[in-house]
T-cell receptor, first 109, second 116 residues
Framework: GQNIDQPTEMTATEGAIVQINCTYQ??????LFWYQQHAGEAPTFLSY????GLEEKGRFSSFLSRSKGYSYLLLKELQMKDSASYLC??????????FGAGTTVTVRA | IAGITQAPTSQILAAGRRMTLRCTQD?????MYWYRQDLGLGLRLIHY???????GKGEVPDGYSVSRANTDDFPLTLASAVPSQTSVYFC???????????????FGPGTRLTVL
């Protein structure tokens, strides 16, 4: 099993930057995923990291440090539609994904 | 292409009743998964299947069973529902269960189940 910790809530202003941190403990790390989930909808895939470093995808970037058991998701140029929950998930072994409880981001005008 | 479909969208069920949640994918993915999502607890894996004909237990399997007769379908059955099984249930699938980027899990729209 693993412990995956991320903040419960964050609030930011439209156009700003928000960084969502995720820490984890695992015995067989095999990749870290970030998902976005709007209220009442299914999680949708945002990013994947398996090696240390930064992965950039448009306004979203994800960083991983395996030695520190740490990742963050960076959301730039925030838009109102970015208001959602962001789920950190760690893969252990071949298939099993363990999810954090999610961080609810509220974007204010 | 529909991706992953789930049925029903929502259901209210009396305790003790049997219920099957349906999940179908048209992406020819080998692996399929069932999760439940509860407030404050995140997504928890109930059962999974690496390929047709095989299934395995996840983190919270008690009270649930699954079958995988073919690649596309992965039904989840509650043999005798209890109120603690009130949750939102998500089905997911991935291309394979061998690790790597292509094993990204894609989720269905979910089933909201209430057991009274």
């Amino acid at each position: 099993g693993q412990n995956i910790d991320q903040p419960t809530e964050m609030t930011a202003t439209e156009g700003a930057i928000v960084q969502i941190n995720c820490t984890y403990q695992t015995s067989g790390f095999n990749g870290l995923f970030w998902y976005q989930q709007h209220a009442g909808e299914a999680p949708t895939f945002l990013s994947y990291n398996v090696l240390d470093g930064l992965e950039e995808k448009g306004r979203f970037s994800s960083f991983l440090s395996r030695s520190k058991g740490y990742s963050y998701l960076l959301l730039k140029e925030l838009q109102m539609k970015d208001s959602a929950s962001y789920l950190c998930a760690v893969r252990e072994g071949d298939y099993k994904l363990s999810f954090g409880a999610g961080t609810t981001v509220t974007v204010r005008a | 292409i529909a991706g992953i479909t789930q049925a029903p969208t929502s259901q209210i069920l009396a305790a003790g009743r049997r219920m099957t949640l349906r999940c179908t994918q048209d992406m020819r993915h080998n692996a399929m998964y069932w999760y439940r999502q509860d407030l404050g607890l995140g997504l928890r894996l109930i059962h999974y299947s690496n390929t047709a004909g095989t299934t395995g237990k996840g983190e919270v399997p008690d009270g649930y069973s699954v079958s995988r007769a073919n690649t596309d379908d992965f039904p989840l059955t509650l043999a005798s529902a209890v109120p603690s099984q009130t949750s939102v249930y998500f089905c997911a699938s991935s291309d394979s269960a061998g690790g790597g980027y292509t094993d990204t899990q894609y989720f269905g729209p979910g089933t909201r189940l209430t057991v009274l």
